[in-house]
């Protein structure tokens, strides 16, 4: 018979082909057992999509991908997490590094009370990115660039980050998480706040991001997991019920709490 060893790498595939492997994880809040036993693979530039009920675990097992959870007192993870083969829990791991490795771009818009320049400078600036003015405001623009805004900031660079809209904001969030050069980009809804248009632009943008990163989106719409996302993670109760192409879980899903999820029957 296999061992339990063998199942739980087949799940997550060998290392090399994968930029996120976890194995074993669990996450606690307390009492509450929040994520059970979890594996997975998440392969570099490809944008996988969290989906599932709420409460289900989503965004407490995205918080695990650049050690979110740490600033959470009574928040407890175990297993192991690797990124490019590194255990992102190691001691000697710095959080503030890794979070540079591993951006997040968070359900509300949260630009710094700064300006558009200095809101995607900070980054550089702190982690030593940028040796003269001119390197920063190379970085500045091709952040502000990638992010689909520069045309719409250029002008105002100087001007507060939060005078924008909901939309650029987001987009603003988008070009100062990136402006580290991370390798990995985190999502958690990050267009629920947004209206119908600024979706579709950052929707827009993570197809395009994802020729440069790992995309990691959590979302509570199905038709955006399915427009923006090749691999889908189906989560129910705090178990990662189903990974798979997301064609797949959308049109022949294999477990019946899938079905009833994607059919609107659980939710
Ligand atoms: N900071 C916290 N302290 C205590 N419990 C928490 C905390 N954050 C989440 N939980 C609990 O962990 C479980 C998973 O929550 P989580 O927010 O990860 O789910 P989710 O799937 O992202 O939900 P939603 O779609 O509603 O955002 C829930 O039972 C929730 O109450």
Redesign the pocket.
């Known amino acids: 018979m296999l061992d339990d060893k063998y199942h739980v790498d087949r799940a997550v595939g060998t290392m090399q082909d994968n930029k996120i492997t976890a194995k074993n994880v669990q996450v606690f ?2 009492e ?1 057992h ?1 994520i059970k036993d979890v594996n997975v693979a998440i392969s570099d530039k490809t944008v996988t999509a969290f989906i ?10 995205l918080r695990c991908l650049n050690r979110m959870n740490d600033t ?1 007192d ?2 407890r993870v175990t297993g192991d997490i690797h990124i490019d083969g590194e255990d992102i829990y190691d001691p000697r791991v710095d959080p503030v590094q890794l979070r540079a490795k591993v951006g997040m771009v968070f359900q509300k818009p949260n630009p710094f009370p700064k300006s558009i320049y200095d809101n995607v400078a900070y980054g550089p600036k702190i982690h030593g990115l940028a040796k003269t003015k001119s390197d920063l405001d190379e970085i500045v623009e091709s952040s502000l660039s990638k992010a689909a805004l520069w045309n719409e900031a250029k002008d105002r660079l100087h001007e507060a980050g939060t005078g924008m809209s909901g939309g650029q904001q987001q987009r603003l969030c988008i070009a100062r998480a990136i402006a580290t050069a991370p390798e990995v980009l985190l999502m958690d ?1 990050p267009c629920s706040a947004l209206d119908p248009i600024a979706t579709a632009q950052v929707e827009e943008l993570i197809d395009e991001l994802r020729q440069s990163f790992s995309v990691v989106i ?1 979302t ?1 719409s199905m038709q955006q997991a399915a427009r923006v996302s090749q691999k889908t993670a189906f ?1 129910h109760l ?1 178990n990662l019920v189903e990974f798979d192409d997301t064609d797949k879980i959308f049109t022949n899903p294999q477990d019946p709490r899938t079905e009833s999820y994607i059919s609107g029957r659980i939710g």
């Not at 599932?52 to 097992?61: A, E, H, L, Q």
């Open positions: 809040y307390g509450t929040a599932g009920p709420s409460g289900c675990g989503k965004s407490t097992f959470i009574i928040c809804e959590v509570h989560f705090g």
